[in-house]
Structure formats: structure tokens, C-alpha cells
């Protein structure tokens, strides 16, 4: 009966129960299993969103949110089944004002598709999480990635929101200036929350002038410990690195396999400089001396984008290599820690991964602290999924413990609600409560983040 | 009778009712009317800030955190009386980790002694309210100033906050990981809040490397519009500026008149341009040929700390020229707005304040869009206050119409509670539901941030 007033609302073409259709949006690029929605509906308008909440609200059915499904926490599987939201028809540049740096969006456009609205005015958008996500669905988890070490997550890319309340009203976060201490600092509140405290129909982003000149560098040590010191080293120096990223000698040993290349099975570190030429040069000789002085190996600068691409070939074909494993599912961590706890916690994760005798790889952001494993295992294999789950497992409590995260950009989703209170402690029941108090009655994305 | 409670569970030496003491404590640096606490409190841990509130709350009364009183918009003036309570001995460094950037301190530590405390690791906390306040304080009105271009407000700096909650619950509002998608980011919901929401006692703050090397320079333009054109020509070009402060002409005139300078009264832009050698040398000739290209008049560059010293004297001696004019008391505006509307807003400031026939000037941090007037008037003259609190009002009705707000860095306090409506809309009905959630009898700061 919903889905006729839907129709109604909506339209025939904006709403779909065609199998092909329910299966799509019923997983992502997690492990989880999948859960297909009742129907999925495609809004053209906050309009549309406001009545699909209506219809939901009056028939108490389940909303979910969903980008392009490339999400790797099962943040978008409707669980409680019901409603799927999909926003490709709200994907459009509403206002783009380079003179603000900042531009407005639905939340259904692509990182890429507005990397080339704005590209051509100098500016650009750099959270870069690896995958052509929707922006909506990148403040819904607060993903961050490789530049997070310069331009921090989504929540810092963050001027105001425009959100659906689940009883309709319809909110703007804050106001479009670049700070503010007037009123409550709420936006942030919606970074992260996965759809379950409102639903997303625009975001008002910073942006950030293109790098005039870029340089690319990579070098190795032999210990893990010597790459986090040195990353240390680097950031203490107050050199804007725009990237600093972490392999271990056994992804590169990976890498190196599947590719037939030759990259010396050491810890590695990737760099990428940017900013203005003489700035950047600067900062590279800064860089090689101190990197020098900690008895770095291989130091290598690319300086044209051939061989930028080359340089970093290694560390883009990474995951690939990984999930290109035939025959073999994988899952992954990606906690966050203190900087200084960092080599003991990509110690401790490599260990735990050589004892299952499984194959795995780490590698991380290590300007940030945050990390990753991938682990291979044999789904027809007994044992071997739980094994390999049972090291992030493992991971997750050990970075809660040493006073990070279990999720440094993947969001909490359906893997990570059972560490929740662990981390939050007594803040866990104000969580709840808030939820409680946007959504009372539990419609939006029912069953995730916490546990009931 | 609570009093006595209060002294029990604190001490004799740590509660007071001394008639300086509670004058000290009834007043800030705001033109607001001075309303004194019944009682202060000098609490030494948070145990005495959960004492505090367990009397507070038991007894039904206000309770107001108090910095060092240098605040601009009465935000720590208890205007319902009650319990007043002073950080100055919960000052304390509790772990500087310069691995990871990070210090955790008490509330009541000011910035400078956290400077001093952290400088010599080649680290630096660069918020830069002007006065030395407390980093307490700085974080319950969401503070900022003149570093804000690059380093963002007190919002930005917020790893973790410790909170003592209205019923006594002590929280942390995240994990020491520099970023997480876990759980819903609270953090920012304390800073700028006040004390409405919750008493905090222990702030973990992102750190930045000091600047091997700094630039300072000053130019002039024709027109304000023109310095705000340069303005966000020089942000787009990607220079990482640490400050650029503008200065309207009649506010050089003020200087010059103060102080018998010779400055050209002109539309004044400040630089500070800091970081590595080579790149700052490098960042300052940039500037310079965009500058140039835009017609830029008195351009002068100032490499010796002496000589910055004399070079920006000007700007440091803006805002107590004003305040040193015998007789006469002053009201200032904190508005911000997107930087396109900047020129608009502080031209129609500008006539504003030359409507009134008042003395006043207007300057800002043109790279947040953030600025600032100050109006001077005869208290013993019938309606200049009147007249100079109009123009305030008509600022700030006009910068949230263009799509900014009512207060960039100064807090909402007893000042822009009236604006509050107009600004945030159907949000604030939500940010008032926080404010009930959190604090169901009212005991935090009542009389702030909301009209009632």
C-alpha cells in the first residue's frame, strides 16, 4: 500500500520494485551479506524526500540511503528492508562560487563529476577515499582518505548541510560563511551518521585551490617502526604533505606478484608534495634531508605525471592486487590510533595476520594513524572466514584500548556496532539519545550504528 | 544553604564570597550589564566539577564557567546568578605527546602558558584571539582570530573533550585517533555551546609545527573592494597564508591620530606568511606579482622580527586606539559572511557608521570573511549608544541575510541571542531539544545562546 502512495508522489519512473533493481541496492563493497529493500526510490527533489519520509513515517517503514554502493561497511544495506533512497537524479551543482572557494550540491554527485564542474576555475575537492563515491554518501560516513593528512575528512570539508528531518522539517545546518560561533555547531552531527539522524538533499563544501606543481617520491626502511618515525619526522617539519602513505614489505611482495614487478620487498613510504613549484622543491630537499638522517633506502622523486604514475604504481594497484586473489573472499580493517601508536599497532596487526597463515597486507595512512588490512581467505575453507575476522577483531579492540578508533573513515555500519561501546564509553547512551531525540520512531536506517 | 555544601565538598579556600571576587566574576570585556554570582567556585579536579552540579542540580541552581573574563559577548556573565565557576587552578598540562602533535590540558590553562609550555618541541598552539585567554574558554565560544585562514577555529583544533555532563555523567567525546567515523562526532556540539551543555574539564588539542621562517608585509589599496579582490585572488593561488587582516581607512586615520603615525590612510591589508624558507621566500614573490597585477599601492615586506613588529603596528594598535579615547565607551560587531559579500558588508558598515556621525572603524580577518567594527560613543550623551547599537543591529540582520552569521568568533553570550532565530531557522528548534536533552532543568548557563 506505501508503495502506491509512493508511486503516487513520485511518479511511476521514480519507483522501482524490479528485481535487478532490489538486488543492487542491497549490497555494497563489504563483506556483509546483503538484504535487499521492499522498493527503491529515486527523489528529484528535497520534495521528493520529504514525501517519501511522510510515507514512511505513516506506515513506520525503513529508510536507507544509498550513493553508488561502494561503501565497505554495509552503511547502505537495508537491513529492515523497506525503503532504499537512490539520489542519481539529485546530482546537480546547485551553486558554485569560486570566489567563496565553496560550492552547493545534491547529494547524488560523484567526487569526480565535481572535481570537473569546478576543476576549470582552479579549485578542486581533494577528500579522495580511492572509489567515485557520492558526496552524500561521503559526508554519511565521513570518509576521508589518502589527502586526509593535508585537508582532514568530509566533516572538515563541511559549510552547511541542508537535511530532511525525519518528521519533515527541513533544516540548513549552519550558514553559508566559513566559520561561526553563533547557535549550536550541529553539522558535524551529520557526518558519520550514516542516514539515521536525517536524510542529506545538499551539502555546501570548502574547496581548495589545484596544487600548481606536484612531486611524487617513494622510499623504503627497514622496519616498520623506521617508516612511522620518519613520517613523524616529516610532519614535525611542517611540510604540507599531501599525501604520506604506508605499505608493508608483504603487500609489496604482493603487489610485486601479481604484477610481475620488482619493487624492493621493503616497508615503504609514498609521498606526494604539492603547492606552489619553488615551494614544493623546497619542501622535497627539505624532505630527502631529514629522510636521509634517518637512514632511508631507495629514495626515489618522479617528477612528470608518467612518471609520478609509475612511481606509485605499487600503491594503487594494492587493493587490486588483493581482491584479485581468484577464488578467495577478503575482509578488512580500518582502525585509527594515536600517531605514536602506530608502529606497535602494524607490528601487532602483522603478527596477528602471519599467525592465521593467511594471506594478507598492510598498509595505511600514516600522516593519520589510521591503517587497513586486507585479509585473503577460502570461502569453502571452515574456519577460515572467522579466522580471518577474528584479526580485526583482535585490531579493533587493540586500537580502542591505546585511545583510538575501531573506524578511522569506513563508518560503523554493520561491522563495527559491537565495538561502539567500548569506544564511546558513557557517551555511547548521549548518542542514542540524540538519535532518539531526531528519529523517534526509528525509521531512519534502522540497525545500524548501534546495536538494537 | 548550598553554599555550605559547596564548601564542604570543595573547602573553605575553594569556594567564595568575597564582594571583589564576585564583582571579578560578574563582568566581562562586553559593553553587557555586569550581574554578579552568588558564589564562586575555584574547583582542582573534575570530582569538585561533578560535586559542583551534584549541589547545583539538588539545589536548582545556575551554574556558569568562567575563563579569564576577557570575553566580548557576556557569554561568562551569570545573568541568573547562581555559581560561578573559575578553571584557574585546573590549569594543567595532563600529556604533551609532540609524536603526535597533541596536548591534553585542563580548561583553565590560557594560551600563552600553553605556548610556553610546548614551544620548545618545535610545537605550537596558533589560535590567536588576541588576549591571553583560556583554552576553556576559546572552546565554549568556538574562538578564533587572526590565524583562522590557515589553522581554522577552535572547533578545527578538537581532538577530544572531557565533559561533565548536567547529571554529573562524565564523558569523553571521542577517542586521541586524529580522525574516526565512529559513533556521532559530539564534539563540536561543546564548542561554541558555553557551558550550556556540559562543564568541560579536559581539552585534547591538535598542535602545529612553529614556522621555520616568517614574512611579514602590508600594501594598500584604492577601495576595500579592491582588498578584498586581492584578498581572494591571493587565496586562490593556494598561498597558505597564517594571517591577512584588513584595515579600513578611517581606521588608519585613527591609528595615525593616536599615536602620531604617518601611515597612508588607506584600505590596509596585513600579511603574514610563514612556513619553510625557500617556500616562504618563494610564496612572498608570488604574492608580490599578483599584487602588483591588481595595482596594489605601498607595498612593503618585513623580514626581521623588529622590523614586522613596525610594520604591523598598525594593526596591533587598531583596537585600543579606539579603546583609549577618554570618556567614551564603545560597542563592536563580529559578523561573517561568504567572502564574495565581504566588499558589500563592510562598504554598507562603512556608511553605517558614518550616518551616525560617530567615530568608528572596521576591519577583519578578510580571509574567513569575518570582521569587525567598533563604534565609539558618549555614554552621558542621550541615544548615542542607542545610535551605535543600531548599526550593530543592522550588521548583523544584514550579514545573516546574504547568507552568513550574526558572530564569527565572539559567541552568541547575551548579545546575538536576538538573531538567533532569524539565522538558524527551523535548526533552531532542534539545537533548543539538545539543549533540554542535555541539560532538563536548566542549570547550565540559563539565559544564554536561547531568548528565554
Not at 37 to 48: A, R
Not at 97 to 108: A, I
Not at 245 to 256: F, I, K, P, R
Request: proline residues 5%; charged residues 20%; negative net charge.
Amino acid at each position: 500500500m506505501y508503495v502506491e502512495q509512493l508511486i503516487e508522489k513520485l511518479g511511476m519512473d521514480n519507483v522501482s520494485q524490479k528485481e535487478s533493481i532490489l538486488i543492487r541496492h542491497g549490497y555494497d563493497e563489504s563483506p556483509h551479506k546483503a538484504v535487499e529493500p521492499d522498493v527503491v526510490c529515486f527523489p528529484t527533489s528535497k520534495e521528493d524526500v520529504q514525501a517519501i519520509l511522510e510515507i514512511a513515517r505513516n506506515n513506520q517503514i525503513p529508510v536507507t540511503p544509498f550513493g553508488t554502493g561502494s561503501g565497505l561497511e554495509g552503511s547502505s544495506i537495508p537491513v529492515k528492508k523497506g525503503i532504499s533512497i537512490n539520489f542519481e537524479q539529485m546530482d546537480t551543482v546547485l551553486e558554485f562560487s569560486p570566489e567563496n572557494m565553496t560550492v552547493t550540491v545534491q547529494p547524488g554527485i560523484t567526487r569526480f563529476r565535481l572535481n570537473d564542474y569546478i576543476n576549470s576555475a582552479g579549485l578542486y575537492f581533494p577528500v579522495d577515499p580511492g572509489v567515485d563515491a557520492t558526496i552524500g554518501g561521503m559526508v554519511a560516513t565521513n570518509a576521508s582518505g589518502t589527502t586526509a593528512v593535508r585537508y582532514g575528512a568530509m566533516k572538515d570539508q563541511l559549510i552547511d548541510l541542508e537535511v530532511v528531518m525525519a518528521d519533515g522539517t527541513i533544516i540548513h545546518t549552519a550558514s553559508k560563511a566559513k566559520k561561526s560561533s553563533s547557535g549550536y555547531l550541529i553539522t558535524n552531527l551529520f557526518a558519520g551518521s550514516e542516514g539515521t539522524l536525517g536524510i542529506i538533499t545538499e551539502v555546501t563544501l570548502k574547496l581548495h585551490p589545484i596544487p600548481e606543481y606536484t612531486i611524487m617520491a617513494r622510499c623504503t626502511f627497514e622496519t616498520i617502526n623506521e617508516c612511522a618515525t620518519a613520517s613523524q619526522q616529516l610532519l614535525l617539519s611542517g611540510i604540507p604533505l599531501k599525501r604520506i602513505e604506508l605499505m608493508d614489505a608483504a603487500s609489496v611482495a604482493e603487489v610485486n606478484r601479481q604484477n610481475g614487478y620488482k619493487f624492493s620487498v621493503r616497508p615503504s613510504l609514498f609521498f606526494e608534495f604539492a603547492g606552489a613549484k619553488q615551494a614544493v622543491e623546497a619542501e622535497v630537499e627539505l624532505a630527502q634531508t631529514i629522510l636521509d638522517n634517518l637512514s632511508c633506502e631507495h629514495w626515489s622523486v618522479a617528477l612528470d605525471p608518467d612518471e609520478q604514475q609509475e612511481l606509485w604504481k605499487a600503491r594503487y594497484d594494492l587493493s587490486y592486487s588483493f581482491q584479485s586473489v581468484k577464488g578467495m573472499d577478503e575482509v578488512g580493517a580500518d582502525v585509527c590510533v594515536p600517531i605514536k601508536e602506530l608502529p606497535e599497532l602494524i607490528t601487532y596487526a602483522r603478527e596477528l595476520i602471519d599467525e592465521t597463515g593467511l594471506k594478507g597486507g598492510v598498509w595505511g595512512h600514516v600522516g593519520d594513524g589510521n591503517f587497513h588490512t586486507l585479509i585473503l581467505f577460502d570461502p569453502l575453507v571452515n574456519g577460515e572466514r572467522q579466522l580471518a575476522e577474528s584479526v580485526n577483531e583482535a585490531l579493533a579492540i587493540r586500537a580502542i584500548e591505546v585511545g583510538g578508533s575501531c573506524t578511522g573513515e569506513h563508518g560503523v555500519g554493520i561491522g563495527k556496532q559491537k565495538y561502539q561501546e567500548l569506544e564511546h564509553g558513557n557517551s555511547l547512551p548521549i548518542m542514542q539519545n540524540i538519535k532518539q531525540l531526531f528519529d523517534p520512531t526509528g525509521i531512519l536506517n534502522p540497525g545500524k550504528i548501534f546495536m538494537n
